[in-house]
C-alpha cells in the first residue's frame, strides 16, 4: 500500500549526519522503494513524515503496526543480508536519529523532503506520511493536537493533504498558498512543538504500563 503518488522527483535531501548509516543510504532506499513500475510504493520522504509522527505523536506505536504499511502490507524477510532487512534497518536508523535529535537538539530537526529539478523542497510526499501517523491513533492526537488550539500547528502540513486541508475549513486560498510556500520551513519546528506538547501524554502512557496492578486483598472469611 502506498503513502503517495510518484513523483518526477528522484533526488532525496541525505540525513543530517550526512554519513550513510548502516544498511542503505536515504536515497538508495528511496530507489529501491520507487524505482521504475513501483508508482504507487511508498518513498523515502513519505517514511520520514511517517516517522516524524510516530516520534512525536502522544502514544507509542509498536512497529510491528506500522513497519508493514512502507512494505507493502507484508511483514519483511528478515534473513542476514537480505535486501528487506536492510531496508528495514535503515527505517529504524532513521527512528532513533528522529527521537535522539528531536529528544535532545529539537532545533536541529530537518525533515527529509523531495527536491523537484529546481532544487525546490517538495513537501507533500512528507505530509502524506505524517497523516498516517496521525491516523494510526487518531484518537489520542485528537486529544492532544487536533481537536485544541495546538491544531494550527499542524498547518504547514495539512494545506498539503487533500483530507487533512478539510480541517482548516476557514482559512482563506491565498492564506492556504502561503503556508505552502513556507512549509519546508515551518514543519521543523511545529514538529519539535509537537512532541513538546506531546511527552507529558507520553509519558503518562509509559507509566501506566510500569506501574503493577494492585489487587483487592482477600478478606478471611
Known sequence: ???????????????????PEPGFTYDELDEILRGTGRGDAVGMSAIDGLIAALVAAPCFVHPDEWVPLILGGKRPWMREGSVEQRAVRTIFNRYNEVSTTLGERPHAYRPIFLVDEEG????????????LGIGLRSEAWGAAIVLTEHRRLLTPILVHHDLGAGLLPEMPAAERDRHRATACHEIPQAVAAIRAICNPYRAAEAQRETTPRRHPQRTRR
Not at 522527483?9 to 549526519?17: A, I, L, T, Y
Not at 513537501?123 to 497523516?131: I, L, P, S
Open 1 to 19: 500500500m502506498g503513502l503517495g503518488e510518484r513523483t518526477t522527483q528522484r533526488r532525496v535531501n541525505r540525513g543530517m549526519s550526512g554519513e
Open 120 to 131: 525546490r523542497s517538495v513537501v507533500r510526499d512528507w505530509a502524506v506520511g505524517f497523516m
